[in-house]
């Protein structure tokens, strides 16, 4: 079996949730890309790489959610989505900032523009169109009670109907991938 996993913003594969997930299923082959910053790069290149990798369930944080979202005809876990980036100043705003965790590139800093800005902002006019029968009975969303940074439980729910609260906050911490992530993709993958 095999998971695709894609970070949050200004993190990488190589984050705490990563090393925690593979913990808690060492039996399953967990695939964690570094994202591309800007979208336009981003997308098209999940999108081949999901196609290459044939993952059983795609589970994705904040802005990772907003790409998993749009991996139509898999299954897939959407966790404290971030459907709206563009408008997130308090996240998205223009300059160089630091990576959260190391990236296989290297990299240490990204630079966000009012490009990339506009970048986001274009795709989540888009991101909800494609959406199959299969990806509204195979698409969960989980929200965290105390999540401050993103609330998109509404705007998920007028497309998907698998929403569960669950007590945490925006960042995954292995207690809310123990009680909320871990027997969800159980149930979904059957294990």
Do not use: W
């Not at 196609?51 to 966790?79: H, N, R």
């Not at 960042?171 to 909320?180: D, G, I, P, V």
């Amino acid at each position: 079996m095999k998971i695709l996993y894609f970070h949050g913003f200004a993190s990488s594969g190589a984050s705490g949730t990563v090393e925690l997930l593979r913990k808690l299923f060492p039996e399953i082959e967990i695939v964690a890309p570094d994202i591309p910053v800007d979208p336009v790069e981003a997308l098209p290149y999940l999108q081949q790489l999901t196609q290459d990798e044939q993952p059983d369930l795609i589970i994705g944080t904040s802005m990772g959610a907003m790409y998993a979202q749009q991996m139509f005809g898999f299954k897939k876990i959407c966790v404290n989505p971030a459907f709206n980036m563009s408008t997130m100043s308090k996240v998205l705003k223009t300059g160089t900032f630091k990576f959260l965790n190391g990236r296989k590139d290297h990299q240490k800093e990204f630079r966000i523009t009012r490009n990339i800005i506009q970048h986001f902002n274009q795709m989540e006019r888009q991101q909800f169109k494609g959406i199959t029968e299969f990806d509204k009975e195979n698409t969960y969303g989980l929200f965290g009670i105390h999540d401050t940074t993103t609330n998109c439980y509404d705007l998920f729910k007028k497309h998907y109907a698998n929403a569960q609260r669950f007590d945490g906050e925006h960042h995954l911490n292995e207690k809310a991938l123990r009680h909320a992530v871990l027997p969800l993709v159980k149930q979904i993958l059957g294990i």
